[in-house]
């Protein structure tokens, strides 16, 4: 019931807190792309945070990586291509110049690695920039955290860049550690400021 809810609160905020419109067209790409697996495959590890009627904030997580990646190309591409090819997404210069530089990113390695026998599990998290700093993001954090001890998963990690820090305050002050940190030029037509692509760790055993 609150899909809708979470896709929105993810795309308004998805280019360094400004709407996913700066680098798509549509937004139902992003969505589809980053975010379906979660809801769809996995919501029982999904979170948000409510003020009445609203929904604030979400935490979106997966238990186990490999799972994820066997997800995602067995059911989550084919079915973006598929989408692609009926033309249910606009597609313009935007997109494909994002394709292009995510192509680009991956070929020079700028999205760091993670070992996942010790961190299977990971997490996305946003909160509506008018409720940051109120707790709302750490409350989201420590009931997933509780939620994976209890499955006794071994570690968890999130990514996010240098820009990201409010967030990479919270991170690091609930235990986290930086993992591993690399320089990208994906986001040279977003943002005119240098970026790092981060991996933030946490042991939970």
Do not use: K
């Amino acid at each position: 019931a609150d899909r809708e809810a979470v896709m929105r609160l993810a795309a308004d905020s998805a280019a360094f807190g400004e709407p996913v419109e700066a680098f798509l067209e549509d937004r139902r790409l992003f969505c589809d792309a980053v975010y379906r697996y979660y809801l769809d495959y996995e919501p029982e590890h999904a979170w948000v945070a409510v003020v009445e009627p609203e929904i604030v904030g979400f935490l979106a997580g997966c238990t186990d990586e490999a799972r994820r990646a066997r997800c995602l190309a067995t059911r989550i591409v084919p079915g973006l291509a598929w989408g692609l090819l009926r033309g249910r997404y606009r597609v313009g210069r935007r997109t494909w110049r994002y394709a292009l530089d995510a192509l680009a990113a991956v070929i020079r390695r700028e999205f760091p690695t993670v070992d996942s026998t010790q961190y299977p599990a990971h997490l996305h998290i946003n909160v509506d920039a008018a409720w940051r700093g109120r707790g709302a993001g750490r409350r989201l954090m420590e009931t997933y955290l509780e939620q994976l001890r209890r499955l006794g998963v071994p570690g968890v990690y999130l990514r996010t860049t240098n820009l990201n820090t409010a967030a990479v305050a919270l991170y690091t002050h609930i235990g986290f550690r930086l993992l591993a940190a690399r320089p990208t030029r994906l986001w040279r037509h977003v943002t005119d400021q240098a970026v790092e692509n981060r991996c933030y760790g946490l042991r939970l055993n």
